[in-house]
């Protein structure tokens, strides 16, 4: 099965701050990698998928690059609403479609 | 709207069973792939289930294979997993998802509520 590492797991961050949380895969998926955000008690909302491609109605300041087994999730100037745990999960080929562990994106 | 509605979850002692459901509304339902989520409690999601659109194909995570089985019913816009022989490990909020298969792939959108599975003595 195809492994997925988030790093950092946790980030503490300000309001306006660029947040980059990283994923690599422990094979090759070619842009098979979607991001996720989910909120406490929430369902997890898809972000970014394709590695690049942007949800219907996601701000633009979200943006996914990465090819291969390195991918990046970018928060161009983080608002306060998107304090929350990322996740990335692969779809490579036939599942099983594995998650990162999680980012915990904290204010500091 | 696009909506998906989970219920079935509760408390089961272990060894137990449990059918959760998902409702599906504001879409073809019969043209999407489905797929169940789950999150225990304070961890990370684990993809568990995932099952074609016509319903003949399936796919189950090792860690629950022989004993969950996903089936749909695309008559009545609905999704199911059928839970044997529950775990203590196996309580988690579990998540029903459409899942969109595109030529970069699949991810999945919505996402249900969830419905708390509880397994316990």
């Known amino acids: 099965d195809i492994q997925m590492t988030q790093s950092p797991s946790s980030l503490s961050a300000s309001v306006g701050d660029r947040v980059t949380i990283t994923c690599r895969a422990s094979?090759?998926?070619?842009?098979?990698l979607n991001w996720y955000q989910q909120k406490p008690g929430k369902a997890p909302k898809l972000l970014i998928y394709?590695?690049?491609s942007l949800q219907s109605g996601v701000p633009s300041r979200f943006s996914g690059r990465g090819f291969g087994t390195d991918f990046t999730l970018t928060i161009s100037s983080l608002q306060p609403e998107d304090f929350a745990t990322y996740y990335c999960q692969q779809s490579y080929s036939t599942p099983p479609y594995t998650f990162g562990q999680g980012t915990k994106l904290e204010i500091k | 709207q696009v909506q998906l509605v989970e219920s079935g979850g509760g408390l089961v002692k272990p060894g137990g069973s449990l059918r959760l459901s998902c409702a599906a509304s504001g879409f073809t339902f019969s043209n999407y792939y489905m797929s169940w989520i789950r999150q225990a409690p304070g961890k990370g999601l684990e993809w568990i289930s995932y099952?074609?659109?016509?319903?003949?194909?399936?796919y189950h995570a090792d860690s629950v294979k022989g004993r969950f089985t996903i089936s749909r019913d695309n008559a009545k816009n609905s999704l199911y997993l059928q839970m044997n022989s529950l775990r203590v490990e196996d309580t988690a909020v579990y998540y029903c998802?459409?899942?969109?298969?595109?030529?970069?792939?699949?991810?999945?959108?919505?996402w249900g509520q969830g419905t708390l599975v509880t397994v316990s003595s």
């Open positions: 998802a459409r899942a969109t298969v595109g030529g970069t792939g699949k991810w999945f959108d919505p």
């Open positions: 394709a590695a690049s």
């Open positions: 099952i074609s659109n016509s319903g003949t194909t399936l």
């Open positions: 094979q090759t998926i070619s842009s098979y």
